[in-house]
């Protein structure tokens, strides 16, 4: 199997990743042998098998749904790098 | 010498009175700073905060109120949130993150009195085999400078080979803990899917990580194994089982145990040398009354590309919080917030990581899913099926842990499919959601390599039986690194 460029651009902006331009081709050569590597799942006959849910076959465990934590916000701001009036900044969205 | 002695001696010492709790830690401090400039196996060093844990762990130990790992210094992986302590993951991403809480693991050896010295390198948010995808430079591996330590927790993994701390904690995704745990000549555990709380850490694969601990011996392992694990409300998927007394299941006898030999594992791609130290170690367990069982797993040689859709699907999605917005890099002129997005990620990742993402949101986009992520989860369902047949006849799995001993910096480092067949023989555990650990079983041409031993889901304390039954019978876990 064997990724091309457009490809490639695609899943860059799906995961909002930039690739400098002179990567490209060397990050599509090496994924295209990554896929090549799993496929050798195609050839597994999987029919009638269940797509495994969780390794112990365990639900969730879930606790009360009451409030637990007390507001933070200014703690955990100071991680952000741009922050106004309490609110995280971005770059315009909105022309 | 004081570094030379495992956890539970040094315990005893402490309680003892033969030194304090600050005295050792100023002596492991010491030698972190004397010998970890060419092994790079710390990031972080809080030699502070170190210090004045160390008190507190004098005055418990003073009023009677310590617990076994009360004074004892460990490290724990990057990986693992520090409350006021930079937690990098091994990243340019979070080089500036500062964790505003501690990871549970951390909290409950914290609680139990450890000491901690520092936070260790590791591959880039935990993906890797060898330690070179770190943003802080690579580990080097304390029996050759020229070698990797492993990965992804390699720097934990040289830090207690190197005696620069007697434990520490790791976390393990296809074989972080167990890989480096045997490249480096130490014991590494990574417990059942769940038995540790994931709470606090820097999320890879969803589905497969697990906090475990490193350190010399099998009882050490056990000491830390038995404050890290236990529920937590914080962690929906952290077992709500009780937790056994592992120190109690040290002292059972091995009689009729049963270990299942995987026949498959011994092919062309292990290095002679290391099959036949398996074999030699398992005859040992022979000796010790151990049944042995040639066993098959069916399915197990489709682990690897199994993991690497599954590991790189969960990972897509998880690491879209790394957005520049709440906190870690935030590329600087950026036009539009898309732009933002993509710069930031595109300057805060390294080369691993991007084509991680990039196959996770490939096996993940339209037309796909089918095709690659629901089959991966039907064949590990497959390998997983596997396993829990062998359990019906068998108590334990073994085999070896690593294809070959440790390899030079730089030989895989731009191949990633040669350096994910490295974990070949880790892979199928985890996706199996079973415990597994890594002890030294001999060296080949000078260097250690490891004896692999897979449980049934929670038989950790069966596990931890049978390797400390192994490291009374034998001393491969007591050789020193050379010059260390």
Redesign the interface.
């Known amino acids: 199997m064997s990724l091309s460029l457009e490809d490639l651009q695609s899943l860059c902006i799906l995961s909002r990743l930039e690739i400098a331009s002179g990567e490209m081709e060397g990050v599509a050569d090496k994924l295209s042998e990554i896929v090549t590597l799993v496929d050798a799942l195609q050839a597994v006959d999987t029919a009638g098998v269940e797509p495994m849910a969780h390794p112990l076959d365990r639900a969730q465990h879930l606790r009360e749904d009451r409030v637990t934590e007390s507001d933070n916000h200014l703690r955990y701001q100071r991680n952000a790098q741009r922050v106004e009036q309490d609110l995280y900044l971005v770059p315009r969205v909105i022309e | 010498m004081l570094h030379d002695a495992t956890i539970a001696q040094l315990a005893e010492a402490l309680r003892a009175g033969k030194f304090s709790a600050v005295e050792l830690t100023d002596h492991f401090l010491a030698r972190i700073e004397r010998l970890d400039g060419n092994l790079n196996a710390f990031i972080t060093v809080t030699a502070d905060s170190a210090r004045a844990q160390a008190v507190r762990a004098d005055a418990r130990l003073a009023a009677g109120d310590a617990t076994p790992l009360t004074g004892i210094p460990i490290a724990h992986k990057d990986i693992f949130c520090t409350r006021g302590v930079r937690t990098s993951c091994g990243s340019r991403m979070l080089d500036?993150?500062?964790s505003?809480y501690d990871a549970t693991a951390v909290e409950k050896l914290e609680k139990a009195g450890a000491v901690m010295l520092g936070k260790t390198n590791m591959d880039e948010l935990a993906m890797g085999s060898s330690n070179e995808n770190s943003s802080y430079g690579p580990v080097r591996n304390t029996w050759n400078r020229d070698l990797v330590p492993g990965g992804s927790s390699g720097g934990s993994a040289a830090a207690v080979a190197a005696r620069l701390v007697p434990g520490a904690t790791g976390t393990d995704t296809g074989g972080s803990i167990r890989q480096p745990a045997a490249l480096c000549g130490i014991t590494g555990i990574k417990p059942?899917?769940?038995r540790v709380s994931r709470w606090g850490m820097v999320a890879f694969a969803s589905?497969l990580d697990q906090a475990g601990a490193l350190a010399r011996t099998a009882e050490d392992a056990a000491l830390l194994l038995q404050v890290m694990s236990g529920?937590d409300?914080r962690d929906?998927?952290?077992?709500?089982d009780p937790v056994p007394d592992y120190a109690a299941a040290l002292a059972k006898p091995l009689e009729r145990m049963t270990i299942g030999v995987v026949d498959d594992f011994f092919d062309d791609g292990l290095d002679q040398d290391n099959a036949q130290r398996v074999r030699d170690a398992l005859s040992v367990m022979e000796r010790l009354g151990v049944t042995l069982k040639s066993i098959r797993l069916q399915?197990i040689g489709?682990s690897?590309?199994?993991y690497?859709?599954v590991a790189p699907a969960e990972a897509?999605s998880n690491l879209?919080r790394f957005?520049?917005?709440?906190?870690?890099h935030?590329a600087e002129g950026?036009?539009?917030?898309?732009?933002?997005?993509?710069?930031t990620?595109?300057?805060g990742?390294g080369?691993e990581v991007?084509?991680r993402?990039?196959?996770g949101?490939?096996?993940l986009?339209a037309g796909y899913f089918d095709?690659?992520y629901?089959?991966?989860?039907?064949?590990?369902?497959?390998i997983?099926e596997d396993f829990a047949r062998a359990f019906r006849d068998v108590d334990a799995i073994a085999g070896p842990t690593t294809p070959s001993p440790a390899f030079p910096l730089g030989q895989k480092v731009d191949d990633?499919?040669q350096m994910?067949l490295n974990d070949i023989y880790t892979i199928g555990a985890p996706?199996?959601?079973?415990p597994a650990l890594s002890m030294p079983c001999g060296l080949v041409r000078g260097l250690p390599v490891g004896l692999q031993l897979i449980g049934p889901?929670l038989g950790e304390g069966r596990l931890l039986c049978a390797a400390h039954a192994f490291q009374r019978e034998t001393e491969w876990h007591t050789l020193a690194p050379p010059g260390i």
């Open positions: 500036n993150f500062v505003p059942t899917y769940g589905s529920p409300p929906s998927t952290a077992l709500p399915n489709l690897v590309p199994a690497y859709v897509s879209s957005d520049g917005v709440r906190f870690g935030r950026a036009g539009d917030l898309t732009e933002m997005y993509m710069r990620r595109g300057e990742f080369a991007k084509r993402i990039l196959t949101a490939y096996v986009s095709a690659y629901l089959k991966a989860q039907k064949v590990r369902q497959l997983s990633p499919v994910y996706l199996a959601g079973l889901h």
